[in-house]
């Protein structure tokens, strides 16, 4: 059985940091975040494959970092410099397959995820 439970959600202002983490009953070949905000659609934050390798969406990028504890099969997302933007539930994922590659810098794409934890709020405010 799948588990993926995320915490470290909340609310920060502008400018702040968070870190979520992501406790899985283990770590897949592709782990990502992704986040909703109310009225939007889900969108990728970014992924981590089992070599370490990580995509970010260009929204995120050199702003958020990803990053995995396999000892402990914990999936992180250290947030910095927040914008009000960023406000939305927040998902880990899991895929079993490679992640794909990001040039374009997109962000993954969810539809291709099939384990998803319950999700944490992050709120930022002006």
């Known amino acids: 059985q799948v588990q993926l439970v995320e915490s470290g959600g909340g609310s920060v202002q502008a400018g702040g940091s968070l870190r979520l983490a992501c406790a899985a009953s283990?770590?897949?070949?592709?782990m990502g975040w992704f986040r909703q905000a109310p009225g939007k659609e889900r969108e990728g934050v970014g992924t981590v494959d089992t070599d370490g390798t990580t995509t970010y969406a260009n929204s995120v990028k050199g702003r958020f970092t990803i990053s995995k504890d396999n000892a402990q099969n914990t999936l992180y997302l250290q947030m910095n410099s927040l914008k009000p933007e960023d406000t939305a539930m927040y998902y880990c994922a899991a895929n079993t397959g490679w992640c794909a590659t990001d040039i374009a810098g997109t962000g993954p794409n969810p539809a291709i995820f099939g384990y998803w934890g319950q999700g944490t709020q992050v709120t930022v405010s002006s």
């Open positions: 283990r770590l897949w070949t592709c």
